[in-house]
C-alpha cells in the first residue's frame, strides 16, 4: 500500500478554550489545502475542565478506542500531527497515541502548546518511552524561548520548529473604554485558569494597591478555580472588594465580549507560561497589556506592553500609568493590534503550521515544497 498524506490527531471543540480552539482553523485549512489527502481524528478523551491533569478509569477507556483507530489511519498516511500535554496524565494518553502511529510506521510532527515541560517532574517511567518514540520525529514550538520545552521532550528531535500562535484579527476595533472617558475607572480583565503561579492573585492586590488611594480600578476575573486554595481565595476577595467580580469559566466565544468592555488585560504568571490566546486576543482587540517576563510573553507584546515583574506593586505601576496617561494607553494598544495583526494573525499560524507538515513529508520523500 502507498502512504500519501497526513492524519491530524487533534482536540476539537467544544471545550473551554486554548489549542483546540486553533485545531479547528488548522483542520479547515489542512481539508482546503490538501483535499482527500487528510484525516482527521478528534482525540478529546474528555470536555470537563475539572478533569484536566488526571487519569481516570473513563480516560483510559476512551484512549484504548482511540488508539486503534489512530493507528489504523496511521497505516495509510505519511505523517501524524499531535499536540504534547505538560502533565503525566496528558503526556500518558499522547505516548499511546504517538506509539500507536509510530507503530504503525507514520512519521510524527508534535507541536507543544506551553511553556513548562522542561520544569515539571516528568517520571523516568514516562519520560524514557517518550523520548524513545519521538526520536527522529520533528517538533513545533510556540517561541524561541520556548523550544528547551520541546527539546526536553525529544532531545533526538530531527529538528524543532518555531510556529508562534495566533488568533482571529477582527476587521475593526474600538480604543480601550477609559481612553475615551477618562473620568470613569479603568478596568482590567484577567482570562485564565485561576491558579496562584498564574498570578491573578498578584493582579487583584495590585488593583487593591491603586484603589486604596481612591477607587479607580475595575477587576474581571474569567476563568475556571480547581483548587479549593484558589476558590477560597477569590470568593474572600469578592467579598472584600466590590470593585472585583468573579465570572467563572466560559466558552471561548464569550471571551471577546470580556475583552471588549475592558482597557487592560494582565496576566503576570511566576512560572513559565507558553503563548496564551487570551493576550493575544487582547492585542487583537486594541486593548492595553500587562504581563511577566514568563515564557513567550516578553516577546508577543514587545515594547507596547507593559512587562512587569509578577508583584502587585509591578502589576499597580503600570496600572498607575496607564490611569494618568489615557492617550498612551490609546497608543500601546494601537500598537499591539498592529502587531498582532502582523505576527501573530490565526491564518499565519496555521499556514506555517501546515507548511511544516508539509515540509515534513516531502523530506522523507526526498523532495523539497516549491
Same mark, same amino acid.
Given at each position: 500500500?502507498?502512504?500519501?498524506?497526513?492524519?491530524?490527531?487533534?482536540?476539537?471543540?467544544?471545550?473551554?478554550?486554548?489549542?483546540?480552539?486553533?485545531?479547528?482553523?488548522?483542520?479547515?485549512?489542512? +481539508?482546503?489545502?490538501? /483535499?482527500?489527502?487528510? #484525516?482527521?481524528?478528534?482525540?478529546?478523551?474528555? @470536555?470537563?475542565? /475539572?478533569?484536566?491533569?488526571?487519569?481516570?478509569?473513563?480516560?483510559?477507556?476512551?484512549?484504548?478506542?482511540?488508539? %486503534?483507530?489512530?493507528?489504523?489511519?496511521?497505516?495509510?498516511?505519511?505523517?501524524?500531527?499531535?499536540?504534547?500535554?505538560?502533565?503525566?496524565?496528558?503526556?500518558?494518553?499522547?505516548?499511546?497515541?504517538?506509539?500507536?502511529?509510530?507503530?504503525?510506521?507514520?512519521?510524527?510532527? &508534535? *507541536?507543544? *502548546?506551553?511553556?513548562?515541560?522542561?520544569?515539571?517532574?516528568?517520571? %523516568?517511567?514516562?519520560?524514557? %518511552?517518550?523520548?524513545?518514540?519521538?526520536?527522529?520525529? &520533528?517538533?513545533?514550538?510556540?517561541?524561541?524561548?520556548?523550544? +528547551? *520545552?520541546?527539546?526536553?521532550?525529544?532531545?533526538? /528531535?530531527?529538528?524543532?520548529?518555531?510556529?508562534?500562535?495566533?488568533?482571529?484579527?477582527?476587521?475593526?476595533?474600538?480604543?480601550?473604554?477609559?481612553?475615551?472617558?477618562?473620568?470613569?475607572?479603568?478596568?482590567?480583565?484577567?482570562?485564565?485558569?485561576?491558579?496562584?503561579?498564574?498570578?491573578?492573585? @498578584?493582579?487583584?492586590?495590585?488593583?487593591?494597591?491603586?484603589?486604596?488611594?481612591?477607587?479607580?480600578?475595575?477587576?474581571?476575573?474569567?476563568?475556571?478555580?480547581?483548587? #479549593?486554595?484558589?476558590?477560597?481565595?477569590?470568593?474572600?476577595?469578592?467579598?472584600? *472588594?466590590?470593585?472585583?467580580?468573579?465570572?467563572?469559566?466560559?466558552?471561548?466565544?464569550?471571551?471577546?465580549?470580556?475583552?471588549?468592555?475592558? #482597557?487592560?488585560?494582565?496576566?503576570?504568571?511566576?512560572?513559565?507560561?507558553?503563548?496564551?490566546?487570551?493576550?493575544?486576543?487582547?492585542?487583537?482587540?486594541?486593548?492595553?497589556?500587562?504581563?511577566?517576563?514568563?515564557?513567550?510573553?516578553?516577546?508577543? &507584546?514587545?515594547?507596547?506592553?507593559?512587562?512587569?515583574?509578577?508583584?502587585?506593586?509591578?502589576?499597580?505601576?503600570?496600572?498607575?500609568?496607564?490611569?494618568?496617561?489615557?492617550?498612551?494607553?490609546?497608543?500601546?494598544?494601537?500598537?499591539?493590534?498592529?502587531?498582532?495583526? +502582523?505576527?501573530?494573525?490565526?491564518?499565519?499560524?496555521?499556514?506555517?503550521?501546515?507548511?511544516?507538515?508539509?515540509?515534513?513529508?516531502?523530506?522523507?520523500?526526498?523532495?523539497?515544497?516549491?
Amino acid at each position: 500500500m502507498t502512504r500519501d498524506g497526513f492524519v491530524l490527531a487533534v482536540p476539537l471543540p467544544p471545550p473551554y478554550a486554548g489549542p483546540e480552539v486553533a485545531s479547528e482553523a488548522l483542520v479547515a485549512a489542512a +481539508r482546503m489545502r490538501w /483535499a482527500g489527502r487528510v #484525516d482527521v481524528l478528534d482525540v478529546t478523551v474528555s @470536555r470537563e475542565n /475539572a478533569e484536566k491533569g488526571f487519569i481516570s478509569a473513563r480516560k483510559v477507556a476512551k484512549v484504548g478506542v482511540l488508539a %486503534p483507530r489512530l493507528a489504523a489511519l496511521a497505516r495509510r498516511r505519511t505523517l501524524v500531527y499531535v499536540h504534547l500535554a505538560q502533565n503525566v496524565a496528558g503526556l500518558s494518553r499522547d505516548l499511546a497515541f504517538m506509539t500507536a502511529a509510530r507503530t504503525a510506521g507514520a512519521r510524527l510532527v &508534535v *507541536h507543544l *502548546h506551553g511553556g513548562m515541560l522542561a520544569d515539571v517532574d516528568t517520571p %523516568p517511567w514516562l519520560l524514557s %518511552p517518550l523520548r524513545r518514540v519521538l526520536k527522529g520525529q &520533528v517538533g513545533i514550538a510556540l517561541s524561541e524561548s520556548l523550544v +528547551r *520545552h520541546v527539546a526536553f521532550a525529544m532531545p533526538e /528531535a530531527a529538528s524543532i520548529r518555531v510556529v508562534p500562535n495566533g488568533v482571529a484579527i477582527p476587521d475593526a476595533v474600538t480604543p480601550p473604554p477609559f481612553s475615551a472617558d477618562p473620568g470613569g475607572a479603568l478596568r482590567v480583565v484577567y482570562v485564565s485558569t485561576l491558579v496562584r503561579q498564574k498570578g491573578y492573585r @498578584r493582579v487583584v492586590e495590585g488593583a487593591a494597591l491603586l484603589n486604596a488611594e481612591g477607587p479607580r480600578v475595575l477587576v474581571d476575573l474569567v476563568g475556571p478555580a480547581h483548587l #479549593d486554595e484558589d476558590a477560597r481565595f477569590v470568593q474572600e476577595a469578592c467579598a472584600a *472588594h466590590d470593585w472585583l467580580t468573579y465570572h467563572g469559566a466560559v466558552e471561548h466565544e464569550r471571551v471577546a465580549a470580556f475583552i471588549k468592555t475592558g #482597557d487592560v488585560m494582565a496576566l503576570v504568571p511566576t512560572w513559565s507560561e507558553g503563548a496564551p490566546l487570551s493576550v493575544l486576543e487582547a492585542m487583537a482587540a486594541g486593548r492595553g497589556v500587562i504581563v511577566s517576563r514568563s515564557g513567550a510573553l516578553p516577546e508577543m &507584546v514587545g515594547g507596547a506592553g507593559w512587562v512587569v515583574d509578577p508583584t502587585p506593586e509591578g502589576v499597580a505601576a503600570a496600572l498607575r500609568e496607564a490611569l494618568a496617561d489615557p492617550a498612551g494607553l490609546s497608543a500601546r494598544a494601537a500598537a499591539l493590534r498592529e502587531r498582532a495583526s +502582523r505576527e501573530y494573525s490565526l491564518d499565519r499560524s496555521v499556514a506555517r503550521v501546515l507548511d511544516v507538515l508539509e515540509d515534513v513529508a516531502l523530506a522523507g520523500a526526498g523532495r523539497a515544497r516549491r
